[in-house]
Nanobody, 126 residues
Framework: QVQLVESGGGLVPAGGSLRLSCADS????????LGWFRQAPGKEREFVAV????????YYADSVKGRFTISRDIATNTVYLQMNPLKPEDTAVYYC???????????????????WGQGTQVTVSS
């Protein structure tokens, strides 16, 4: 059973930075890729970034390209999302999840992910 745990959210001013972490809380499992999504109040959940576990290839949403960086630490089974510079429109709850085996590693469709964590709140003040 995949179960991921996010951490690292907080309140920062516009232009600031945060680094989110996503860790496997239990059993080691095989995976193709891990991704980040976010959901702002009153909006649908949207794709942010995804990383291939095997070679570290990454794919980003246009809204965060050039500002966010996704990375992984194979030794600790942890995925990171470095966010800089942050904008008020980045305010949301951020979730990580694993791509369901057999799906395209760079999928942006949330129904092709599993193991959703509880999320971590990111608030960017203007």
């Amino acid at each position: 059973q995949v179960q991921l745990v996010e951490s690292g959210g907080g309140l920062v001013p516009a232009g600031g930075s945060l680094r989110l972490s996503c860790a496997d809380s239990g059993r080691t499992f095989s995976r193709d890729a891990l991704g980040w999504f976010r959901q702002a109040p009153g909006k649908e959940r949207e794709f942010v970034a995804v990383i291939s576990w095997s070679d570290g290839s990454a794919y980003y949403a246009d809204s965060v390209k050039g500002r966010f960086t996704i990375s992984r630490d194979i030794a600790t089974n942890t995925v990171y999302l470095q966010m800089n510079p942050l904008k008020p429109e980045d305010t949301a709850v951020y979730y990580c999840a694993a791509v369901i085996p057999g799906r395209r590693w760079s999928t942006t469709r949330d129904y092709e992910y599993h193991g959703w964590g509880q999320g971590t709140q990111v608030t960017v003040s203007s």
